[in-house]
T-cell receptor
Framework: GQNIDQPTEMTATEGAIVQINCTYQ??????LFWYQQHAGEAPTFLSY??LDGLEEKGRFSSFLSRSKGYSYLLLKELQMKDSASYLC?????????WGAGTKLIIKP | NAGVTQTPKFRVLKTGQSMTLLCAQD?????MYWYRQDPGMGLRLIHY???????AKGEVPDGYNVSRLKKQNFLLGLESAAPSQTSVYFC?????????????????FGPGTRLTVL
C-alpha cells in the first residue's frame, strides 16, 4: 500500500527552529514535495527533493533520504506567519500521494 | 496570468440537487486534478486528467463525474448531492516537463470551493 506519515500537530516559539518529519512507503517515487497551507487557503508549493540531501531556500530547508523513506522540513527563525499546516507529498505515476499534514502552532 | 481559478467559491445545496464546479488554468498545464479536503484527512484525489479529452478515477470517485473538453478547463459534477459530500474542493494543475526537459509533478492549486450539502 501507499502510506505517508507525519505528526498531526507541533508547537514552537517565535524565533526558534522546528523540524517536521515525514516518512513514506509508496509504490513509486518521483520526488518528495512540501506544501504550506494556511487556514482557509489553498496549499502552496514550498520545496521539492528528488535526490538525497539538503535543499535550502531562505529560512526553509528540506532533506531527503530515499533509502530510509524519510524527509524533513526545517524552518528557521520562526515567525508568527509560519503558523500553518505543512503537507508532505510523494510524486508517483503523475500523481501526488499526500500525508494528512502537520499543524504548526507558533507561540510568541 | 491568473494561475488556477475556481468557481464558485461557496455553495450550499440541498440533498439531491446537482451542480458543477469549474476549474480553469492559464499555464498550459497538461495535467489537472480534483481533490476534496476534510478535517484531519488530508487531500483525497477524486478524479484527474492527463490531457484534453481524457479523465481517470482517483481515490474517492463515487458520486462525482468530470469532463475535460478543453485543455484549460476541468469540470467536476455532482449529480445528486449528499451530506457526505460537504467538503472543501480544490482543483490543481501540473506541468510534467521542465524547460530542461526534466520531469516535475509540482501541482499548483486553485483557491478552493466550500460546499455544504444540507
Amino acid at each position: 500500500g501507499q502510506n505517508i506519515d507525519q505528526p498531526t500537530e507541533m508547537t514552537a516559539t517565535e524565533g526558534a527552529i522546528v523540524q517536521i518529519n515525514c516518512t513514506y512507503q509508496t509504490s513509486g517515487f518521483n520526488g518528495l514535495f512540501w506544501y504550506q497551507q494556511h487556514a482557509g487557503e489553498a496549499p502552496t508549493f514550498l520545496s521539492y527533493n528528488v535526490l538525497d540531501g539538503l535543499e535550502e531556500k531562505g529560512r526553509f530547508s528540506s532533506f531527503l533520504s530515499r533509502s530510509k523513506g524519510y524527509s524533513y522540513l526545517l524552518l528557521k527563525e520562526l515567525q508568527m506567519k509560519d503558523s500553518a499546516s505543512y503537507l508532505c507529498a510523494v510524486g508517483s505515476n503523475y500523481q501526488l500521494i499526500w500525508g494528512a499534514g502537520t499543524k504548526l502552532i507558533i507561540k510568541p | 496570468n491568473a494561475g488556477v481559478t475556481q468557481t464558485p467559491k461557496f455553495r450550499v445545496l440541498k440533498t439531491g440537487q446537482s451542480m458543477t464546479l469549474l476549474c480553469a488554468q492559464d499555464m498550459n498545464h497538461e495535467y489537472m486534478y480534483w481533490y476534496r479536503q476534510d478535517p484531519g484527512m488530508g487531500l483525497r484525489l477524486i478524479h484527474y486528467s492527463v490531457g484534453e479529452g481524457t479523465t481517470a478515477k482517483g481515490e474517492v470517485p463515487d458520486g462525482y463525474n468530470v469532463s475535460r473538453l478543453k485543455k484549460q478547463n476541468f469540470l467536476l459534477g455532482l449529480e445528486s448531492a449528499a451530506p457526505s459530500q460537504t467538503s472543501v474542493y480544490f482543483c490543481a494543475s501540473s506541468y510534467t516537463m521542465n524547460r530542461d526537459r526534466s520531469r516535475t509533478d509540482t501541482q499548483y492549486f486553485g483557491p478552493g470551493t466550500r460546499l455544504t450539502v444540507l
